[in-house]
């Protein structure tokens, strides 16, 4: 029997062996949000979901994938009906509180693999939380178009749109990527080029800039969207996808092997770690 590697399917004593494998957990986050008039609210939890399980088709015996964290954050969303987010501390609490429980179990390797910028600063926060409260626990956080391979043929398209910076929200990436898992909620007649005033100073949510902004978004695009989705395709989005899933492969693989050598605490006598003074005696 091929190993299991959605987590949620496993038994106790079956999750248990998986510990004892040292597998790495994904965990995919995404969001419900608008995504323009075409594209469905859980764009970025299906993607995110959708690497990470294939991913997992191919290094089946080195990862778990956890059921996608749906709602994340977009406050600056709430403009777009339907859009649903938690508060920027119960976010961080929750992801913490998830990875947490996998340390306690003995997970060792954690990898957030996340689908949403607006999300990103508060799973930086979640992790470090996690890797400093269980100093045995590894829990790194990325977003999957973060890769450099993606980041370079995202480039290329939006240069083949004639876009001023990579700016995707709903655009040809995210619109070719759903249209490659599932085409059915997608309405392709209903797709917009939505281009945002964009400088290379000043980036909405986009890394890529020295200053980030996050205002509500309804102020900087009235479809709540950015990009020109006109021309997405699922060949163009599994084109793109294959070359991400690859990059997260290797990346997982890598992850797999890292190991800490344990804290080096010059303290005397021993102190421990620092996050364990917030929980209770007995609590990881
Ligand atoms: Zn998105």
């Known amino acids: 029997m091929t190993k299991k590697t959605i987590y949620s399917q496993l038994t106790w004593p079956e999750t248990k062996e998986a510990i004892a494998e040292e597998r790495v957990v994904l965990l995919p986050t995404g969001s419900i949000e608008g995504h ?116 370079k043929i995202d480039a290329e398209y939006a240069k083949a749109q004639g876009l001023t910076g990579s700016q995707d929200h709903g655009g040809f990436g995210e619109t070719s990527c759903y249209l490659a898992f599932n085409p059915d909620p997608v309405d392709m007649s209903k797709a917009q080029k939505a281009e945002i005033p964009y400088s290379s100073a000043f980036g909405f949510g986009a890394e890529d800039a020295p200053v980030i902004l996050m205002p509500y978004w309804s102020t900087v695009t009235p479809l709540g969207m950015m990009g020109d989705p006109r021309k997405a395709n699922a060949e163009d989005g599994n084109t793109y996808l294959n070359v991400v899933v690859e990059e997260i492969t290797q990346i997982v693989r890598d992850f797999k092997k890292m190991n800490l050598s344990s804290r080096n605490d010059q303290h005397d006598p021993p102190a421990p770690a620092w996050g364990t003074h917030f929980f209770a005696k007995g609590d990881k």
């Open 36 to 151: 323009g008039p075409h594209c469905p609210l859980d764009t970025d939890t299906v993607i995110a979901e959708g690497v990470c399980k294939r991913v997992a088709e191919l290094i089946p015996d080195q990862v778990l994938v956890l059921p996608p964290l749906s709602i994340g954050l977009a406050n600056n969303h709430m403009d777009f009906p339907g859009t649903l987010t938690f508060t920027e501390i119960t976010y961080i609490n929750m992801v913490s509180e998830i990875c947490l429980g996998l340390g306690h179990h003995g997970f060792k390797r954690i990898l957030i693999i996340n689908g949403h910028g607006g999300n990103q600063p508060a799973l930086d926060v979640a992790a470090r939380i996690v890797n400093n409260r269980n100093p045995g626990v590894l829990c790194g956080v990325m977003t999957y178009y973060s890769t450099p391979k993606a980041m």
